[in-house]
């Protein structure tokens, strides 16, 4: 079993989202990208796994020090 001090916490790793609704997220100052391809599949593959349809990721741009 790692020790406390060999754990550390990333984005994602809580059993709680850090929002309620994707909207509450946008609300909040997040930006929204949509990541799947925009290509229908060719026909007779429409049911073949490959890409995640609905991917999107959510991004926060925050003011720091710049070096």
Known sequence: MPTAAAMTVTTGDSDEPPYPTGLAA????????QASQLLPPRSGHEYDV?????????????EGAHT
């Open 26 to 33: 946008l609300q909040d100052g997040w930006r929204l990208f």
């Open 50 to 62: 490959s890409f995640l349809k609905h991917e999107f990721f959510f991004e926060k741009l925050e």
